[in-house]
């Protein structure tokens, strides 16, 4: 009878992305469909997701994501329901061929995951992955589109997996997919993905902000009604068929605004927009619309000069058309307005890229997509040998926020804003990059480093002896021009490189020392080297010198052994605190830490750890924090929310461990910032606050004044997030002392 009822589960399953398919303005090609179903049915017979539902559901769920809310057709449903028969069965990429055509296999091989690759052995697979799927997509779109629908479905499902697999699966969504997901115009499935990895992250706060948006809907509801009213009136006087309607702020960019501006909920005033999508069936007219919309709510309130943005004229990279802008609402408050024509509307929330060439003909939509998918291709043709600095310059080309600047010939060119003249030149052409040694801005002789703005007109200068320079990656923004320096610097350093390797592997066998990882991280500590080819460099041009000293310190590295302190060390599972040294260095053997089980943050009463706090965030008890398995085994630990805890959660996904504070009577450091109204004697009852009535240590302290505001800036030792959050409350009490926020 179960298995009865699962099958009936299964089919209704398939039953609704059929129905939605048939509802679609896509050739009814049902027949392939349902053999797709089949097929997929009988491959994965008997096996079961991690919450015990049927396995097929997974992919029947993959399939209506992309049918239903991306838009695609009967090939795409077809790749989707097969998108796991070739990694998890017995089937090859050549069954699928034969069964559903060239198409469909390309597709599901372009889906399925790799192993090994250029990133070597010991290097990240999942980076290795997300190559081989965009160098897919840069073949047929399609393969990323299923990929994004097979990522949103495992975030929906993800409270089935252990605490570490979520943190993994959340870090690369959050650092990755989601803006992936924008760069294609997903805007819809952008912020689910966002809200998911945040949910999972950060519970504790996803609930306590969705708790809030529930409280505060029907005050919410009715500043809209009284904002909106006016607004209803212009545009029905106007005779226009539209769709008025309020979108709120997700979680996501709600938690990430009181971050970055370190306010409360209640200090976050827009929370909604007003969303305004009109009916028009010619084209040519959307323009005139827009503005004629954008004028009668001008005449209603009033507007913010410097928040209009017109993507329109210029559409944004991934698509997007709109008109934008920010006015007055009745009750004091900036609201901002999104025009747009139904034809922009769906290209907003699904995306263009669901509207590929197979589909429509070629569209200035489609040539910014292409000109995109080049750009990733070009970067994929010279990866990096690390896994982290292939996702950092993927990362880069994924970029939210751009400018549009012009040739001196009037040719429009799209750039991440911050770019350099230097970045123009490598986006116009390779050769100008490698050449370039300054540029003429509106006309305006400037330096490579030159930051350009939205409406510059760019002239490129070259000379023939001009070569790469290591300094110019500081002002460089985009992927490409990153990409191309950094093959030139790797061409010009390979023969110094393979000396110093040499160099070093003569000097480690003639010495009788072995190169374990903590002996290397010694040596890069020791000569402030990056990374391993840094080190072989600076050795092949004879920058440093391996002495007699050095090998005495590496073998004292290698031998430090069987004393109390290690045997303490192995019982309790601690590791001596060494603040001073690199990442990597210590050379205590701490015990093997199981990434499945969560691992207990200890500290005992001498202040040793079983842990390593990285300086790149700094956390303390009460954050929501990772371990990462380094090199030598310990672990360290990041805050969730650090930068470079996205990119290890990214690229290094099986080293992440869930973790669990127990650092009873531990002291950590943590910063808060305070900010007034400057009187006599505010710094005195600040200090007096903090030390007398509550007891903690100040160990640093900065203070400005000037025109009569005062920025106060206080490193303190605390137990845990808790006494921060209570601290800045009571200094909050003290007259004139206006925000006090922890700096994480």
């Not at 911050?418 to 305006?444: P, Q, W, Y």
Request: charged share 25%; with cysteine.
């Amino acid at each position: 009878m179960a298995a009865e009822r699962e099958d009936a589960l299964v089919q209704h399953a398939f039953d609704e992305v059929l129905q939605g398919y048939l509802k679609s303005n896509h050739r009814k090609k049902v027949e392939v469909i349902e053999r797709a179903f089949r097929f997929a049915r009988e491959a994965h017979k008997g096996v079961r997701r991690r919450s015990g539902e049927p396995y097929i559901l997974h992919p029947i769920a993959v399939a209506r994501i992309a049918s239903q809310e991306m838009g695609l057709g009967s090939t795409s449903i077809c790749a989707a329901l097969l998108h796991d028969v070739v990694e998890d069965t017995e089937y090859t990429v050549e069954d699928i061929e034969r069964a559903f055509g060239r198409k469909v296999a390309q597709i599901v091989e372009g889906l399925t995951k790799i192993s090994g690759g250029i990133f070597g052995d010991q290097a990240s697979a999942q980076a290795e992955n997300f190559r081989k799927l965009l160098l897919t997509m840069s073949e047929d779109i399609r393969v990323v589109l299923i990929k994004m629908a097979d990522r949103l479905h495992n975030m929906r499902t993800l409270g089935a997996q252990p605490p570490n697999k979520q943190y993994k699966i959340a870090g690369e969504t959050l650092y990755i997919y989601a803006p992936l997901a924008h760069r294609l115009g997903l805007f819809a499935i952008k912020t689910e993905l966002e809200d998911l990895s945040f949910k999972y992250e950060h519970p504790a706060e996803y609930e306590s902000i969705s708790a809030k948006i529930r409280e505060t809907e029907m005050r919410r509801h009715s500043a809209y009604a009284d904002f909106a009213a006016p607004i209803r009136a212009a545009l029905d006087a106007m005779g226009l068929e539209y769709e008025a309607k309020d979108r709120l702020k997700s979680v996501y960019s709600i938690w990430r605004k009181m971050e970055q501006k370190h306010i409360p909920f209640e200090e976050v005033y827009d929370l909604y927009a007003m969303r305004i999508v009109f009916e028009c069936d010619d084209p040519s007219k959307e323009k005139s619309i827009c503005w004629n919309i954008y004028s009668a709510i001008t005449d209603i309130y009033r507007l913010h000069p410097e928040r209009t943005r017109d993507w329109i004229v210029t559409p944004k990279a991934n698509g997007y058309r709109a008109l934008h802008l920010t006015v007055m609402g009745p009750d004091g408050n900036w609201v901002e307005v999104q025009i747009r024509s139904r034809r922009m509307d769906e290209i907003a929330e699904k995306g263009f890229a669901a509207h590929w060439r197979y589909k429509i003909g070629e569209g200035d939509e489609e040539s910014e997509l292409n000109a995109w998918l080049r750009t990733i291709k070009d970067i994929l043709e010279n990866p990096e040998p690390s896994a982290i600095d292939f996702l950092d310059t993927l990362k880069l080309n994924l970029f939210a926020s751009e400018i549009v600047v012009f040739t001196p010939r009037g040719e429009l060119v799209t750039l991440p804003a911050g770019a350099s003249v230097l970045d123009m030149a490598f986006e116009l052409h390779t050769e100008l990059g490698m050449h370039c040694i300054a540029g003429k801005v509106n006309h305006r002789l400037v330096a490579l480093s030159h930051r350009l703005s939205s409406g510059d007109q760019v002239e490129v200068l070259t000379s023939k002896s001009q070569t790469p320079q290591p300094e110019w990656e500081g002002f460089l923004v985009t992927a490409r021009a990153k990409t191309r320096l950094r093959a030139a610097m790797r061409k010009a350093r390979q023969p110094m490189m393979a000396r110093g390797r040499e160099m070093l592997e003569g000097w480690f066998a003639e010495k009788g020392i072995e190169p374990t990882p903590a002996v290397i991280s010694k040596l890069l500590g020791t000569y402030h080297a990056a990374n391993r080819d840094d080190l072989y460099f600076q050795l092949g041009a004879d920058e440093i010198m391996l002495g007699d000293f050095l090998a005495d310190v590496l073998r004292k590295q290698e031998g430090k052994s069987s004393t109390g302190l290690l045997r303490k060390i192995l019982r309790l599972g601690m590791k001596p605190k060494t603040p001073d040294a690199p990442a990597g260095a210590e050379s205590v053997p701490v015990p093997k830490v199981n990434p499945k089980e969560t691992y207990v943050l200890r500290t005992d009463a001498d202040g040793n750890s079983n842990f390593r706090l990285c300086e790149c965030c700094n956390p303390i008890p009460g954050d929501d924090v990772m371990g990462f398995i380094a090199d030598d085994g310990a672990v360290e630990l990041h805050a969730l929310t650090c930068d470079h805890a996205a990119v290890l959660k990214s690229a290094y996904g099986p080293r992440i461990v869930s973790t669990q504070w127990d650092a009873q009577g531990a002291r950590f450091m943590a910063h808060v910032r305070v900010e007034g109204i400057d009187r006599h004697g505010v710094l005195q009852e600040l200090t007096q606050m903090i030390s007398s009535h509550m007891g903690i240590d100040i160990r640093r302290l900065e203070i400005e004044a000037s025109s009569n505001v005062f920025h106060c800036d206080l490193w303190v030792r605390i137990a845990d997030a808790a006494v921060a959050s209570d601290l800045c409350r009571r200094v909050l009490t003290i007259e004139g002392v206006q925000s006090a926020a922890r700096i994480k």
